[in-house]
């Protein structure tokens, strides 16, 4: 079975500082596929990354950036200089390769960036 | 290009009455999924199609839900009767199943459901 733990279920920040949003991971499947997902306050959920579990390399895109660790089984995200349209619930999933795509999901990590 | 489509966007009902609730996958995509959000339970998957054929319905809370696909471009989602405990979001998603390539799911805005 998958599980998906993210332990800070709220985080709260001022408006330009640097904030990291754990995520780790349980599986016994060598191939899998993580992802984030971002659900800002009008409820949609936009996909942000996903990376394979043969692919350790770190990924930046702009403000925003993944570490991803198979040896503490941990995909972590960075957001740097934080702004206030970062506000969102932040969910980390992972699927296996052979179920099918189906995504096991983190119970959420609610971000609030304050001006 | 058009994302995943879902209607209606909002949903309030009576206790006991059905309600149906609809997605439009994007076009070309091949599996479609059914997910309901609550703050209790968070997401939670319900049940997955992949080439119109339902695979994996182990998420399906009881007999009063029920999922169709009839062809590759709509699905359904369907409680009768409904009670006041499936109040959620319910989220479609669909994705280009390849093998181990370019599953990436993508979300429909959902449908806020209450019924009272």
């Known amino acids: 079975a998958q599980k998906v733990t993210q332990a800070q279920t709220e985080i709260s920040v001022v408006e330009k500082e640097d904030v990291t949003l754990d995520c780790v991971y349980e599986t016994r499947d060598t191939t899998y596929y993580l992802f984030w997902y971002k659900q800002p306050p009008s409820g949609e959920l936009v996909f942000l990354i996903r990376?394979?579990?043969?692919?350790?390399q770190n990924e930046i895109s702009g403000r925003y950036s993944w570490n991803f660790q198979k040896s503490t089984s941990s995909f972590n995200f960075t957001i740097t200089a934080s702004q206030v349209v970062d506000s969102a619930v932040y969910f980390c999933a992972l699927s296996v390769g052979n179920a099918g795509n189906m995504l096991t999901f983190g119970g959420g990590t609610r971000l609030m960036v304050k001006p | 290009d058009a994302g995943v489509i879902q209607s209606p966007r909002h949903e309030v009902t009576e206790m006991g009455q059905e309600v149906t609730l609809r997605c439009k996958p994007i076009?070309?995509?091949?599996?479609l999924f059914w997910y309901r959000q609550t703050m209790m339970r968070g997401l939670e998957l319900l049940i997955y199609?992949?080439?119109?054929?339902?695979?994996?319905d182990s998420g399906m809370p009881e007999d009063r839900f029920s999922a169709k696909m009839p062809n590759a471009s709509f699905s359904t989602l369907k409680i009768q009767p409904s009670e006041p405990r499936d109040s959620a979001v319910y989220f479609c998603a669909s994705s280009l199943a390849v093998r181990r390539s370019r599953n990436t799911q993508y979300f429909g805005p959902g449908t806020r459901l209450t019924v009272l």
């Open positions: 076009s070309g995509h091949n599996s």
């Open positions: 199609f992949n080439n119109n054929v339902p695979i994996d």
């Open positions: 990376r394979n579990s043969f692919d350790e």
